[in-house]
């Protein structure tokens, strides 16, 4: 007799101690708690039949844009499908089927597949949760919002699923830019669990976006014990401390947290990468001094120059490889993307369009060629989404682009931008002494 999960869904095994522990990894990986994989692996154990458990691993590895991960993903995927094979029961080989398409680098694919099972299944967890975290990286902000609310109206009332929905639901209300509505929705799914480290970070874009800093920064520091007590998520957060603390240029402070929580493991994961990355190059673009720091976040990336496996991962290996001064390891990324952008998969087109000018900006930026930088970066803005990530972590690339129209010598460009940044945030210390340091108070005119 098959079994329920925590959320109602039927799973293909008889074992109720494999759903358990099953639900426990389910629980791990929505909150993004430490090692999923383990219960996955006890809910194996006890039904070395249950295709689930391998389905979650092989997301869990899939998902996180390494692909060093991959081939523990795969293996993950072939156990699945053998199982499936056997016993095909349609949701199970539709989670096979997507997770198949995504580490074949077909994402849409993967995402109508995940869609299609969500149609049937709105309990479904995981294929939400996948499909949430394929939204966020190929920039469907709109997907991020609608995706959720499509399901929301269906779940039982009472549902301990609705919690963790809702902290989905705030992240694209936030990146759709409803920040009351996402600051309700991240603080229901927190009320209904408070190591919900997903819905955390959603409120603290809320307060990035909104330039809330002292409330964001009392909303992290708050609930440390939360997000960062055994959580693979964690270092995101600090890094979003970060960003609140840079713009009240408390640079020392920045350094502080950069060395001691954001890379106080020095990890090798991507994820991790792009935080460093993303945090020196803003550091670098306000002239601050990083030291040697930049060195060994270049270290870490030139692993990955041949990957080829998605475009927003090249742009901030592009950004440590810059500042560290490597610009062979930087040429050598630029040819890869070249022969990247030639391909027909979705992280080609994504390559093309933002992933290579953006490359190439940052490189000429380094090398003194201002001006080259600005062309290239003036038509990328407005569809950098394309690429994916957030609207926060994609600010860099305004940020990049003003600095380097005041380099050029471009100075009515530079004033426009800086008019722009103001207009969304008035008081921002970095906005202010920008505009301090190019000879004059930038002002928005009246309203008529």
Request: charged share 25%; net charge negative.
């Amino acid at each position: 007799m098959a079994q329920r999960d925590q959320f109602g869904v039927e799973q293909t095994t008889a074992d109720p101690q494999a759903v358990r522990h099953f639900d426990g990894a389910l629980s791990k990986l929505l909150t993004l708690n430490n090692d999923p994989l383990a219960e996955a692996d006890r809910a194996l154990a006890g039904d070395p039949s249950f295709a689930m458990p391998h389905v979650l691993k092989g997301l869990a590895g899939a998902l996180g844009t390494d692909p060093s991960l991959h081939a523990d993903a795969r293996r993950s995927l072939a156990a699945a499908k053998a199982l499936t094979d056997v016993k095909p029961v349609a949701r199970d080989l539709g989670h096979v089927a997507a997770l198949h398409a995504w580490l074949g680098g077909h994402f849409p694919d993967a995402v109508a597949v995940w869609e299609n099972i969500l149609v049937d299944h709105p309990h479904d967890a995981l294929a939400m949760f996948a499909a949430h975290q394929a939204d966020f990286q190929l920039g469907a902000s709109a997907e991020l919002r609608d995706r959720v609310a499509r399901r929301l109206p269906r779940l039982d009332a009472g549902s301990p699923l609705r919690g963790y929905y809702d902290g989905m639901y705030s992240f694209g209300l936030e990146e759709t830019g409803d920040y009351a509505g996402a600051i309700e929705a991240g603080m229901r799914s927190v009320r209904s669990d408070r190591r919900d480290a997903w819905a955390i970070h959603a409120v603290a874009h809320v307060h990035e976006m909104t330039h809330r800093l002292e409330e964001g920064e009392n909303w992290l520091r708050s609930r440390v014990e939360d997000w960062d007590t055994d959580n693979f998520f964690a270092i995101h957060n600090w890094w979003h401390l970060a960003l609140y603390i840079l713009d009240q240029e408390r640079w020392q402070e920045v350094l502080e947290l950069y060395d001691q929580r954001i890379r106080r493991n020095d990890s090798a994961v991507v994820f991790d990468l792009l935080d460093a990355s993303a945090l020196l190059w803003r550091l670098k673009l306000c002239g601050i001094d990083v030291g040697q720091r930049w060195s060994r976040i270049a270290a870490l990336w030139e692993p990955h120059i041949d990957d080829a496996w998605y475009s927003f991962n090249d742009m901030h290996a592009m950004m440590s490889f810059v500042g560290a001064g490597e610009f062979g390891q930087a040429r050598r990324l630029i040819a890869r993307l070249r022969e990247t952008a030639l391909a027909s998969s979705p992280n080609a087109g994504m390559t093309r369009s933002v992933g290579l000018p953006v490359s190439e900006a940052l490189l000429a930026y380094g090398e003194g060629r201002y001006e080259t930088a600005v062309n290239l970066l003036l038509p990328v803005r407005a569809i950098a989404a394309r690429a994916g990530g957030s609207n926060a972590q994609r600010d860099v690339i305004g940020w990049t682009l003003l600095a380097a129209a005041g380099k050029s010598g471009q100075s009515r460009l530079e004033r426009d931008i800086l008019n722009e940044r103001l207009a969304l945030k008035p008081n921002s210390a970095l906005n202010l002494a920008w505009s301090r340091r190019r000879g004059g108070p930038a002002r928005l005119e009246p309203s008529l």
